[in-house]
């Protein structure tokens, strides 16, 4: 069974300073991973996605995550935080050996800007 | 990008009565639609898989009684939350899987917020 875990429910980091989101996921398989973003009372908006080939992705609005397999990680990162990034930001995994359809979700990790 | 409509974004209804939440592909045709519950500073649960032409497959504790879904074309999906109650008035959100995209891809609508007084 996959699941996800986002370490850390709020992060708060200085406008300008670096942004470190941790996922790991637990799967025996090396699955698709995806990390969205969520403003408040919205969906969800694909930040990126790895599903095969280089394993640092960059995604929109400046950020990017890498894929590292030994430590089953897909931590999301921005060099620079912007007032706008302040949002909920959910790392999600669908199953490759399955081909099954539905993203597993992590429980969120709310991202606060500090001018 | 592929785009997903809600409508209503948001809905207050009375306990007891029933509420329909649409969700569109905008730009693309989607055989693939699932719904999603978020409560409140939470993450997002799958409730079901809705299939065009087919019937829903629903997750294990959801009612697909109270939860009525219907796939009638390849861009639209309905959820029809039925003999509405207080505690199930949360955030409904659906997404589409995207044809040719690996088959793991999903675009999210904007999310309908349901209150049941």
């Known amino acids: 069974a996959q699941s996800v875990t986002q370490l850390g429910s709020h992060v708060s980091v200085s406008e300008g300073a670096l942004v470190l989101l941790r996922c790991n996921y637990s799967s025996s398989v090396p699955p698709y991973l995806f990390w969205y973003v969520q403003y408040p009372n919205q969906g969800l908006q694909l930040l990126l996605k790895y599903t095969t080939g280089a394993t640092l992705v960059k995604g929109i609005n400046g950020f990017e995550a890498e894929f590292k397999k030994s430590e089953t990680s897909f931590h999301l990162t921005k060099p620079s935080a912007h007032m706008s990034d302040a949002a909920e930001y959910f790392c999600a995994v669908s199953d490759k050996r399955t081909g099954a359809n539905n993203l597993f979700f992590g429980t969120g990790t709310r991202l606060t800007v500090i001018p | 990008g592929a785009v997903v409509s809600q409508h209503p974004s948001r809905v207050i209804c009375k306990s007891g009565t029933s509420v329909k939440i649409e969700c569109r592909s905008l730009?693309?045709?989607?055989?693939?639609m699932f719904w999603y519950r978020q409560f409140p500073k939470q993450s997002l649960m799958l409730m079901a898989t809705?299939?065009?032409?087919?019937?829903?497959?629903?997750e294990q504790g959801v009612e697909k009684d109270k939860f009525l879904i219907n796939h009638a074309s390849l861009t639209l999906s309905t959820l029809t939350v039925t003999s509405a109650h207080p505690e199930d008035s949360s955030f409904y959100i659906c997404?589409?899987?995207?044809?040719?995209?690996?088959?793991?891809?999903?675009?999210f609508g904007p999310g309908t917020r349901l209150t049941v007084t």
């Open positions: 730009d693309f045709q989607a055989t693939t």
């Open positions: 809705s299939n065009e032409g087919s019937k829903a497959t629903y």
């Open positions: 997404s589409a899987r995207v044809p040719g995209a690996g088959g793991h891809e999903q675009y």
